[in-house]
T-cell receptor
Framework: DAGVIQSPRHEVTEMGQEVTLRCKPI?????LFWYRQTMMRGLELLIY????????DSGMPEDRFSAKMPNASFSTLKIQPSEPRDSAVYFC????????????FGPGTRLTVT | QQQVKQSPQSLIVQKGGISIINCAYE??????FPWYQQFPGKGPALLIA?????SEKKEGRFTISFNKSAKQFSLHIMDSQPGDSATYFC????????????FGPGTSLSVIP
């Protein structure tokens, strides 16, 4: 398996623009997680899905953020409109139900909002 | 209650020395304690994990010590090498919290020659 795949790897956009981050989890994994990492706030869980259903979105900062998982092999995290404070590295991770603590992270998307 | 505390924030160790990172938690419902290692530009990766009914787990140069009564656990890296330089996150998870993994703030380890 190729591991968790994220795209794009880098995104530079202007304030107010819509940003869409994409993730393909490891085939057969039951959970999909979206994290945000910054120097100031560390690794923050934004939202996670179990079998494509959102379980906990309490970490989503505000209504500008939304996430979907239309099928078991694809998820998106959308920011609309983007703001400079959204600049961070966004990680997607997936895991099996029976080994939920063993999360496999993607390479991340580095987002810069100017 | 859901927090995992971690110290130190950063650590510098000589090559061949022992690196020690400490973590503490409050929620007694946590039932698994993984450690993740993150190299610059990469996502975190699972390093080693322990259950609360085990006091120690060793994998190569990496050892987790667990003190259930004190609600503390630690990572020891023996014979630290420059290649161990990375950020280390302790974490905790619980089936009663729908398998959410709570990460500590991280420790930046630098092993100098």
């Amino acid at each position: 398996d190729a591991g968790v795949i994220q795209s794009p790897r880098h995104e530079v956009t202007e304030m107010g623009q819509e940003v869409t981050l994409r993730c393909k989890p490891i085939s057969g994994h039951d959970y999909l997680f979206w994290y945000r990492q910054t120097m100031m706030r560390g690794l923050e869980l934004l939202i996670y899905f179990n079998n494509n259903v959102p379980i906990d979105d309490s970490g989503m900062p505000e209504d500008r953020f939304s996430a979907k998982m239309p099928n078991a092999s694809f998820s998106t995290l959308k920011i609309q409109p983007s703001e400079p404070r959204d600049s961070a590295v966004y990680f997607c991770a997936s895991s099996l139900l029976r080994l939920s603590y063993e999360q496999y992270f993607g390479p991340g998307t580095r987002l810069t909002v100017t | 209650q859901q927090q995992v505390k971690q110290s130190p924030q950063s650590l510098i160790v000589q090559k061949g020395g022992i690196s020690i990172i400490n973590c503490a938690y409050e929620n007694t419902a946590f039932d698994y304690f993984p450690w993740y290692q993150q190299f610059p530009g990469k996502g975190p990766a699972l390093l080693i994990a322990i259950r609360p009914d085990v006091s120690e787990k060793k994998e190569g140069r990496f050892t987790i010590s667990f003190n259930k009564s004190a609600k503390q656990f630690s990572l020891h890296i023996m014979d630290s090498q420059p290649g161990d330089s990375a950020t280390y996150f302790c974490a905790a998870s619980s089936k009663t919290s729908y398998d959410k993994v709570i990460f500590g703030p991280g420790t930046s380890l630098s092993v100098i020659p």
